[in-house]
């Protein structure tokens, strides 16, 4: 298993990357008004500042600043996803291994700060 190494500092600025498992897909703009409803719902859970944010098709750029004393980024994308997926239809296509893991195949794995 990989060790990814995360730079922390509590109420920093942190940008992201996050993708899309199939980088041919639109879900992103397709559904860009769930987007925001799954980005609202995590900021009334666990508030941070949107400093800048793009999204493409199959992808987004963020830049968020968290709270003072805080810098648990990794939970509110984990929010933001799993809002998002659980009200899309279940038609994506699923390796062998999301399949046993009960995953979902919308979003690759990781993101990159």
Known sequence: MSNYLRY???????????????RNNTLLVD???L????????????????????V?????????TLPEGDDDFSNR????????SKEL???E????IRIKRGERGIWQRRFWD
């Open 89 to 91: 239809p279940k038609n």
């Open 35 to 54: 987007l925001r409803e799954s980005v609202r719902l995590c900021q009334q859970k666990r508030p941070f500042h949107i400093d800048a944010w793009v």
């Open 77 to 84: 994308w984990k929010i933001i996803k799993t809002s998002f």
């Open 8 to 22: 922390r500092i509590k109420g920093g600025c942190y940008f992201f990357t996050v993708n899309l498992l199939e």
């Open 56 to 64: 493409l098709p199959e992808h987004m750029h963020t830049i968020w």
């Open 93 to 96: 296509r699923r390796s062998k």
């Open 31 to 33: 559904h860009i008004d």
